[in-house]
């Protein structure tokens, strides 16, 4: 049996816990590998190393920090199939949305080696007379990333390359779900030349969030999971006095004019509504269809009957769903909507995929008439569950996604120019499609989702996470030209 190693001081070390838990292919219930709940010992020991290994990181020069990337992006691009491989097994997803798990995570790491272009300060000359003022970006010390189940590729390098750039060392918290193909990441980003201490793994679930959050010598905490865990995390995170930022739960809308382009649009919401079985944090799980769109129902419903469930290693459409407690919450969720009188429409419960009888299937499910009392509606459920409402107007459908608390995500579906601005000018979600389904900015800008979907100011990579890991320090300096005296001043310089 495989026992997933940590990564303290350089090393690739197994944990002398006696906490283990498994690691599950999702397709099969088979046992793949145990990963440790690391000990509170272990976790002193990999902060100790990075505290250490700051001291001299902090001052390795900008473009030697910059190549390491260089050559880390292009040993995943060598290992892109092995990785793909690896996330598929112990999470589900195919094995075409795996490469493209891991190909978001490569571009963050494409752009950490700009990061000689981006980790630039301010300059103003003569504030006063012979007197200039700079900024510079320092980097803040030891910083952690917690990381969710469904991305296990792409979240965590959202993290380390950019906190690493931009100078800091850093502790990593994989999912304990799925941390194999993050493991496999970091041995690259090992055999990339990361030095020893810089890049550290820990393992576990609450026990050793909460460690990570308690620490005094980590300065700063990115999460990426839940709403609950999210808001613990930012609140614990906070009160020890770090700086945090939780990127958290979602229901993101889909808002179809009847003037959308047909075909495109239901392919694109499909897609978004049951790809990866619905586990993504921008997964559309509801789609609001304005005034004649709603006689589109018959062709959504073809659309996802349309899909093939299997093991994600066949590369058809949908996979398993991480875990059984996964898809049991999924279940009972279909159950309260049908109790609370929406019309299911398609029911993807109950099914079975030849060859995988113990996987953790749920198949594409659809309830019309939903209204934004029920819990299909209040509840992210995660799973490949398309929620249908309708509205009479665009100014209704926008009442109605601002009612919402999240902000993760929407997106609107229109050949109407003028719609499409006013969508966007008065929707209050951070990250808006324009018939584009799954908006998430490449890292030339930052993950931007908001209200409850989000705590803290800046976003997970980009330029807000180059703010987000680095602490601006001023300079003003004047340097004396002549001998002249001006005599001694008491009072503040106007
Ligand atoms: P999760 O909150 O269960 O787990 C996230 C991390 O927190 C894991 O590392 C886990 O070990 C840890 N954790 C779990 N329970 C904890 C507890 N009680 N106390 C402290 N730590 C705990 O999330 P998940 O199920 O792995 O991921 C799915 C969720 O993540 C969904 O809600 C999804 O919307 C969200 N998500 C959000 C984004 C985003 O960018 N907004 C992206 C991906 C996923």
């Known amino acids: 049996?495989?026992?997933?190693?940590?990564?303290?001081?350089?090393q690739f070390v197994d944990s002398n816990t006696s906490e283990w838990i498994d690691i599950t292919d999702p397709a099969t219930q088979e046992v793949i590998a145990k990963v440790p709940q690391t000990t509170d010992?272990?976790?002193?020991?990999?902060?100790?190393?990075?505290?250490?290994?700051?001291?001299?990181?902090?001052?390795?020069p900008i473009t030697t920090r910059a190549r390491i990337f260089l050559r880390y992006q292009a040993l995943i691009r060598d290992h892109m199939d092995e990785l793909a491989e690896i996330l598929t097994a112990e999470q589900g997803k195919t094995i075409a949305d795996a490469r493209g798990d891991v190909f978001r995570g490569l571009?963050?790491?494409?752009?950490?080696?700009?990061?000689?272009?981006?980790?630039?300060?301010?300059?103003?000359?003569?504030?006063?007379?012979?007197?200039?003022?700079?900024?510079?970006?320092?980097?803040?010390?030891?910083?952690?990333?917690?990381?969710?189940?469904?991305?296990?590729?792409?979240?965590?390098?959202?993290?380390?390359?950019m906190a690493i750039a931009t100078g800091n060392t850093f502790i990593?918290?994989?999912?304990?779900?799925?941390?194999?193909?993050?493991?496999?990441?970091?041995?690259?980003?090992?055999?990339?030349?990361?030095?020893?201490g810089v890049?550290?793994?820990?393992?576990?679930?609450?026990?050793?969030?909460?460690?990570?959050?308690?620490?005094?010598?980590?300065k700063a905490v990115s999460f990426v999971g839940s709403t609950n865990v999210g808001k613990h995390v930012y609140e614990r995170a906070s009160q020890s006095g770090k700086r945090a930022q939780c990127m958290m739960g979602a229901k993101n809308h889909g808002v179809i004019l009847p003037d959308a382009n047909k075909e495109q649009t239901l392919n694109q919401l499909a897609g978004a509504a049951f790809g990866a079985a619905g586990q993504r944090c921008m997964a559309l799980s509801v789609v609001v269809l304005v005034g004649a769109a709603g006689e589109w129902i018959d062709d959504i419903k073809a659309k996802a009957e349309g899909l093939i469930v299997s093991a994600g290693k066949h590369d058809k459409d949908l996979g398993p769903l991480i875990s059984p407690a996964a898809k049991a919450r999924v279940e009972h969720l279909i159950g309260t909507g049908v109790e609370e009188g929406a019309s299911l429409i398609l029911d993807g419960r109950g099914i079975t995929v030849e060859g995988y009888e113990k996987g953790n299937f749920v198949g594409p499910t659809?309830?019309?008439?939903?209204?934004?009392?029920?819990?299909?509606?209040?509840?992210?459920?995660?799973?490949?569950?398309?929620?249908?409402?309708?509205?009479?107007?665009?100014?209704?459908?926008?009442?109605?996604?601002?009612?919402?608390?999240?902000?993760?995500?929407?997106?609107?579906?229109?050949?109407?120019?003028?719609?499409?601005?006013?969508?966007?000018q008065d929707i209050q979600v951070g990250q808006i499609g324009i018939n584009l389904p799954i908006p998430v900015p490449l890292p030339m800008f930052s993950f931007s989702g908001s209200r409850a979907s989000k705590l803290g100011d800046l976003g997970p990579y980009g330029k807000q996470a180059v703010q987000f890991y680095t602490q601006?320090?001023?300079?003003?300096?004047?340097?004396?030209?002549?001998?002249?005296?001006?005599?001694?001043?008491?009072?503040?310089?106007?």
């Not at 193909?181 to 990361?194: H, K, S, Y």
């Open 472 to 494: 601006t320090k001023t300079v003003t300096a004047r340097w004396f030209d002549d001998e002249a005296s001006r005599g001694v001043n008491t009072t503040i310089s106007i």
């Open 107 to 161: 571009e963050v790491v494409e752009h950490a080696a700009g990061i000689a272009n981006l980790q630039i300060g301010d300059f103003v000359e003569n504030v006063a007379s012979g007197v200039d003022t700079y900024s510079i970006w320092q980097p803040l010390g030891v910083c952690a990333g917690i990381t969710p189940f469904n991305f296990p590729a792409m979240i965590p390098l959202w993290m380390f390359p």
């Open 366 to 424: 659809i309830f019309d008439n939903v209204t934004s009392d029920m819990q299909i509606y209040q509840q992210e459920i995660f799973g490949p569950v398309l929620c249908i409402m309708r509205a009479n107007s665009l100014d209704e459908a926008i009442e109605l996604l601002n009612a919402n608390p999240h902000g993760n995500g929407t997106a609107i579906f229109t050949q109407s120019g003028a719609a499409a601005h006013k969508f966007q």
């Open 1 to 10: 049996m495989h026992h997933v190693k940590q990564l303290i001081n350089g």
């Open 41 to 60: 010992d272990e976790i002193n020991q990999a902060v100790a190393a990075a505290q250490k290994a700051f001291q001299t990181w902090r001052k390795t």
């Open 172 to 196: 990593l918290k994989p999912s304990e779900q799925d941390p194999m193909v993050t493991m496999r990441l970091v041995e690259l980003a090992v055999e990339a030349g990361v030095p020893e």
């Open 199 to 218: 890049l550290n793994v820990v393992h576990g679930g609450k026990a050793t969030v909460d460690a990570i959050c308690d620490h005094p010598d980590i």
